[in-house]
């Protein structure tokens, strides 16, 4: 158990975090589209920890107080943008409370650091935003400052740290319009919890990785924190870049007579020229960062206290223009969005190069809004659409009116096997008709059906069934009942199978362990030995088994 931490695991805990982050910086550049969608906050957050890293490196320091230091002074020199900025300043507060420390650090102290990390980050921005970076430290920080007592080793307090940043990165998107507009969460915040994700395989001694979790997948999921792949905000309306220069300059070897109240009155001219000003420093040198139109009169007014040292200035309407630029030679001319539930189906999908899976099925229907959504974050000018169920079929028909920048093809698939079929029968070189007449004919081509329980005494299809019977199902009525999963499943591939079937597939659902699937499938053979029997964990609710014969 990891107790404590010395100086030697939080230098390590800093490395691994940097590294993380770089190896994961263009997927969370993907993601920003706050307070400027110029596709950089990676970038910057990146080159802010590696300054950091630099600054660790050129030193053999081995005490908290040499350590902490050397992290400040690196992540602040080398900030970048507003997120960089920031995130040297969670650093600052942090490492001011652990250069404290003599020989190690317990959860308390760490959490106390974090909760000065938030103080610190705050004040250095002159106009907060929740549904930012700054919101995830903050619920980071105050739950940390609840459970130190309970998590007395680092090896259970960073994991719940972490989980309680996935719940308020996940919160990001309700709390900034802009993110949910664009459906995704902030990406700073996906930075800072990739930092963290670094400090826990330090800890644990794990990998470093590179698939980070960037989205709340939809309302239903992110009570559980549960994110995915979302590093295609593509067709968003951006809007006008009202400031269009990020300007960034220190201030040093301040004259003389410059005061502390000379700060405040040049981060309040600053205001007064653009947003997302931050200035920050004391008498020994300045950090400013701030989006305006006129950087000229930024760098003029600094002069006023000191030297400029290191100014750069960047054209953000440029920057934008290159991001749409790169979407747009990416677009390509076909995609598929496939409906379902279970993340075994999902990733089934996900391998049959379907580009985008949403939530949906017998008793969680998307609506139009829902489809057309998911429509749009496919970079494609024709996408086919799986509704898999025959009561999302209209739905996903409506969405067509709700869409006019990409044709969608509804291809009207009842059920998820038929899904399977018509996304196996895709193929990029055919045209988007040619595709759409073979996955319709591929329809054709499967048979399935579904194993559940009753929920309720009644008689229906010539069957007397009791609440709780096992019951088999095709797409239009009762076909099989028994009073257990494996007898229906048998009685209802005998009532689905004909002579031209070759293969049976089952997909197990959610509560069904693999051996019993396993077990089943040797029985199924058995009865049907001139098939190739196969299954797969689908992890579907409801259904016990969704069956397949082609």
């Known amino acids: 158990m990891q107790k404590n931490i010395n100086c030697a695991m939080f230098r390590k805990m800093v490395l691994v975090g940097a590294k993380m982050l770089e190896n994961n910086r263009a997927k969370v550049d993907a993601l920003n589209v706050f307070p400027v969608p110029d596709g950089d906050t990676g970038t910057n957050m990146s080159l802010t920890m590696q300054s950091a890293v630099k600054e660790l490196n050129s030193s053999a320091a081995g005490d908290f107080l040499q350590v902490c230091d050397l992290i400040s002074k690196g992540a602040l020199r080398g900030a970048r943008g507003n997120s960089g900025v920031i995130l040297s300043q969670i650093f600052r507060g942090i490492c001011s409370v652990l250069r404290t420390c003599k020989a190690e650090a317990d959860t308390r102290t760490f959490a106390k650091a974090m909760e000065a990390g938030t103080k610190v980050a705050y004040s250095a921005v002159s106009i907060p935003k929740e549904g930012t970076i700054l919101t995830v430290i903050r619920m980071m920080s105050e739950y940390a400052v609840k459970v130190a007592g309970k998590h007395r080793d680092f090896e259970t307090f960073i994991p719940a740290v972490i989980a309680e940043g996935d719940k308020a990165l996940a919160k990001t998107p309700e709390l900034l319009p802009v993110l949910k507009k664009a459906g995704v969460v902030d990406s700073g915040g996906v930075g800072l919890m990739t930092i963290m994700r670094g400090f826990q395989a330090a800890l644990m001694g794990d990998d470093i990785i590179s698939e980070i979790q960037t989205e709340a ?59 997302s000003v931050i200035c920050i420093g004391d008498l020994e040198m300045i950090k400013v960062h701030v989006h305006t139109n006129t950087p000229g009169v930024a760098l003029t007014y600094a002069l006023e206290l000191g030297e400029l040292d290191r100014p750069k200035i960047e054209n953000m ?42 939530e949906g099925g017998q008793t969680m229907n998307p609506s139009a809004s829902d489809i ?41 698939t009842k059920n998820i096997p038929q899904g399977f079929s018509a996304a196996l029968s895709f193929s990029p070189e055919a045209s988007a008709e040619e595709n759409k007449t073979n996955m319709i004919h591929a329809l054709d081509n499967v048979k399935s059906g579904q194993v559940t329980h009753a929920v309720r005494t009644t008689s229906v299809n010539g069957f007397n069934i009791k609440e709780g019977d ?51 499938v040797e029985k199924v053979q058995e009865a049907f030995p001139d098939c190739d029997v196969d299954c797969h964990n689908g992890g579907q609710p409801v259904y016990y088994y969704l069956l397949s014969l082609e």
């Open 372 to 412: 057309a959504t998911a429509v749009q974050k496919i970079n494609a000018d024709n996408v086919f659409v799986f509704p898999n169920n025959k009561n999302i079929i209209l739905a996903a028909e409506q969405a067509k009116a709700l869409v006019d920048n990409r044709k969608i093809h509804v291809i009207p």
């Open 317 to 358: 309407l440029e920057q934008n223009r290159a991001l749409k630029a790169k979407i747009e030679a990416e677009k390509k001319d076909q995609g598929m969005l496939a409906v379902c539930a279970g993340d075994g189906i999902a990733e089934i999908f996900r391998d049959l190069f379907v580009d985008r899976v949403i």
């Open 217 to 275: 997948a939809n309302s239903a999921s992110t009570q559980d924190a549960d994110f995915g792949d979302n590093s295609d905000i593509i067709n968003m309306d951006l809007g006008e870049i009202q400031f269009a220069y990020c300007t960034e300059f220190f201030v040093i070897n301040l004259k003389k007579s410059t005061t502390l109240a000379d700060i405040d009155k040049l981060r309040e001219r600053l205001m007064g020229l653009g947003d």
């Open 470 to 520: 096992i019951i088999g199902l095709d797409d239009k009525k009762i076909l099989a009942k028994s009073d257990n999963i494996d007898d229906t499943v048998l009685k209802l591939l005998d009532k689905l199978k004909e002579e031209s079937h070759e293969v049976i597939t089952l997909y197990y659902g959610e509560g069904v362990k693999e051996e019993d699937a396993q077990a089943l």
